[in-house]
């Protein structure tokens, strides 16, 4: 599955005269407008690609942009398979399986999320330093080590500390509406109840989310480096929560694309910085 979808994006790059990408971009939720603009950009429709899981879920684009940023490979991905839709875990992880096969070696991952902090607002840009992964499954089952041990993956480093750091400092320095904190993964479909939403808040939760958490992990385990963040799209009031939507998600987070786009290019600058 993997080998057949990136043989097939290769050959489609190679057609194009496009390098091997090193630098991988996932965007969910109404954000697909934060792809950065890449030199010979092509667009792959995810249809297209064999094995491609669905994407089904609204705000979803479900395509890639393949093209070059400073003379580097990049491969975005617009939109991306849900655990809430019925898919499996190796469909939603096959986009990252297939960005590590490709020979991508960073990747950035964005995707909406819903506050705990009381401190965010909505547009607020959470930079993911750590996970709590509430969502009763890890796609890491079943995989095996070089000695066909169970995989028991260290992630006392998961998201890269080095471009963490240094996106805070910049956002420090231009004043971004972004903070680091915790992201908390659930199952969704269903928003969270009340109780959900303080018992996320007591144990350490900084905001709320339904994807990017199973391909930060298989990412990691893959040996990538990960950048994650979550554009806060709603804010609970953890006292009384006020009824949420799908609507409410996609009209903020495509309001924010602008902002995340100031991000990518950052990471992007410094990733071409750091293999320099
Ligand atoms: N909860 C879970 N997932 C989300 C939310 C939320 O409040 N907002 C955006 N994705």
């Known amino acids: 599955m993997v080998t057949a979808a990136r043989d097939y994006i290769s050959a489609r790059l190679l057609e194009a005269g496009l390098p091997v990408p090193a630098l991988g971009i996932t965007l969910g939720s109404g954000l697909g407008d934060a792809a950065p603009e890449l030199e010979g950009a092509i667009e792959i429709s995810c249809r297209e690609v064999p094995g491609w899981p669905p994407c089904g879920a609204p705000g979803h684009a479900g395509l890639l942009r393949c093209g070059t940023y400073g003379g580097t490979g990049v491969l975005v991905q617009s939109g991306r398979p849900h655990y809430y839709e019925g898919l499996d875990m190796g469909e939603v992880t096959l986009p990252v399986r297939v960005m590590a096969a490709s020979g991508i070696g ?158 990518i290019y950052a990471w992007l600058g410094l990733s071409l910085a750091r293999d320099a």
Not at 110 to 133: F, M, Q, S
Not at 150 to 173: H, I, M, N, Q, T
């Open 106 to 263: 960073k990747v950035f991952m964005a995707n909406a999320a819903g506050a705990l902090n009381p401190v965010y607002e909505k547009g607020y840009i959470l930079l993911v330093r750590d996970h709590i992964n509430l969502m009763g499954v890890n796609p890491l089952r079943g995989m095996r080590d070089e000695n066909g041990n169970p995989r028991f993956l260290d992630l006392s480093s998961l998201y890269d500390v080095e471009s963490g750091d240094a996106l805070e400092e910049r956002g420090k320095a231009s004043g971004w509406p972004m903070e680091s904190g915790v992201l908390v993964a659930v199952c969704g479909p269903s928003y969270e109840t009340g109780a959900e939403l303080r018992y996320m808040r007591l144990v350490g939760g900084d905001a709320v989310s339904m994807s990017l958490v199973p391909e930060a992990l298989m990412a990691h385990c893959l040996g990538l480096a990960v950048t994650a963040v979550s554009v806060i799209t709603n804010v609970w009031d953890l006292r009384m929560p006020r009824a949420t939507s799908h609507q409410e998600v996609l009209d903020t987070a495509t309001g924010s694309t602008a902002l995340l786009k100031e991000v």
